[in-house]
């Protein structure tokens, strides 16, 4: 066997165990488009060029017919290369948005690192079927001085503000008034900017779905922002389009 079809077989080897890790990323842990507007693709392509390093070129570089010990050192670059793949695995899935939080006028992607778990409710709804992260209604307090105590800590005081702070948070059902308040008729954008009409209309076709049954709101993330569509109706998110919808 010749150094390059060692090169060869680990090249499929490594490809086949990305697209494995990058298919569970893209449709299950970063969904529609919760993938852009966590920038997790950089991290993604960080990991393709260690895969391929430790991979397909070392195991290349290394193996010389007949060496005493090269099964040995076959063996480690897999076993670095695999441990490599399970490890990112590890970190994406505990970053991934676990909450799609509205907050006054927006949705916010959070994972479940950004916030103190031991403060949620378990009466909050489970996810709508459809739409991965647990949807979450943050509600500003009524109380004047509660209000008042928590502008002075997110503005004075550099705490997070109610999108990162369960003690604040409600069901999304209750806060589906509100949220078809602050959302958009969707057809406002076929009349819009090029990307977001093409975007819309791209979606309503591949749907077979009307603008005027549809509402969007901004979809804030780590890395960018995206849009949530709602139905009018029961103001439930029905998708998420990677176009910026402020």
């Known amino acids: 066997m ?4 060692v090169f060869q077989l680990r090249l499929l080897a490594s490809a086949a165990l990305l697209l494995l890790l990058f298919s569970v990323v893209r449709l299950f842990w970063y969904p529609g488009a919760y993938f852009a507007v966590s920038g997790v693709y950089k991290q993604l392509l960080v990991l393709a060029a260690v895969v391929f390093v430790v991979g397909p070129v070392l195991s290349a570089f290394v193996f010389k017919p007949g060496k005493k010990g090269l099964a040995f050192d076959l063996r480690v670059l897999a076993g670095v290369e695999l441990l490599a ?13 676990h909450f799609a939080v509205f907050a006054v006028d927006r949705f916010e992607a959070v994972g479940r690192a950004e916030v103190d778990l031991g403060k949620l409710q378990t009466a909050l709804d489970t996810t709508r079927p459809g739409h991965t992260p647990r949807l979450v209604y943050a509600k500003l307090p009524d109380d004047p001085d509660v209000f008042s105590r928590l502008i002075d800590e997110t503005v004075f005081y550099g ?15 209750n806060g589906v008034p509100e949220i078809k308040k602050a959302a958009r008729p969707l057809d406002e954008l076929l009349h819009g900017e090029d990307e977001k ?19 969007y709101l901004p979809l804030r993330g780590k890395a960018g922002d995206a849009m949530i569509i709602l139905h009018a109706d029961i103001g439930f998110p029905v998708a998420t389009l990677s176009v910026d919808a402020w």
């Open 159 to 173: 705490m997070a503000d109610i999108d990162r702070r369960p003690e604040f948070w409600e069901s999304y059902t």
């Open 85 to 97: 793949v399970v490890i990112a695995g590890v970190l994406l899935f505990q970053r991934q948005p």
């Open 197 to 215: 009409r093409r975007a819309v209309a791209s979606w309503l076709d591949s749907t077979d779905s009307v603008a005027a049954d549809y509402l």
């Open 2 to 5: 010749s150094r390059f079809r």
